[in-house]
């Protein structure tokens, strides 16, 4: 599993991997550009947006939202990561800390129209992954929506499917969604296939 200082060291070459995997339409990154284009089709919809992004990593969706006039929050694990999208957004207000604990108090006291993960959810275990997305709800407000862009399948059938296409370059460490296995939890979810790996989860308020 990565951890923080991992994510330091790859931060520099971080958008160059992921878009030679979208390149050559292989997991884990197949379909990433078009699940990063869906979620900011859906946020530029609401003018002056306040979006809180957790795990922006080098700020690539954030930027593009923040060049629409978006108000921009972010919270991430990485202290580079940061550095690289501050100079791209000097006025967005960006935080380090591990989402998985939960936000850090300046943005705990906020609310958003949108709450976005991309790539960046798959960190956290199933129940981890409940816990936060049940503590974020309460930070969104009215018709708000978190928008999940990540490796993530409508079913477990799909999931094992592009497990075996991955084969070994499959990692077992990350923990991916499944949106019909989150209905129970949250019955108006929904789920837009982006790829044969990717997609994007919408839970609203």
Not at 171 to 198: G, H, M, Q, R, W
Request: glycine share 8%; proline share 2%.
């Amino acid at each position: 599993m990565f951890n923080k200082e991992d994510f330091d060291l790859w931060a520099d070459d971080y958008d160059e991997d992921v878009g030679l995997s979208q390149e050559d339409n292989t997991y884990p990154f197949a379909g990433y550009k078009d699940v990063l284009g869906g979620i900011f089709n859906i946020i530029i919809k609401k003018e002056k947006a306040i979006v809180l992004d957790l795990g922006f990593g080098t700020g690539t969706l954030a930027k593009k939202l923040y060049e629409q006039g978006c108000t921009i929050y972010g919270q991430d694990f990485s202290s580079r990561m940061i550095e690289l999208a501050s100079e791209k957004m000097p006025d967005a207000k960006l935080y380090q800390g591990d989402f998985a604990q939960g936000l850090l108090d300046p943005l705990d006291n906020l609310t958003y129209d949108f709450i976005v993960a991309t790539y960046s959810i798959h960190h956290l275990n199933d129940t981890q992954k409940i816990d936060l997305i049940n503590r974020l709800l309460e930070h969104l407000n009215e018709g708000g929506q978190i928008l999940i862009g990540d490796v993530a399948f409508k079913t477990r059938k799909e999931l094992e499917k592009c497990r075996s296409k991955a084969g070994e370059e499959w990692d077992d460490e990350e923990v991916y969604c499944v949106a019909e296995e989150l209905k129970s939890n949250y019955p108006n979810i929904s789920f837009t296939k982006v790829s044969y790996c990717a997609g994007i989860i919408s839970i609203s308020r």
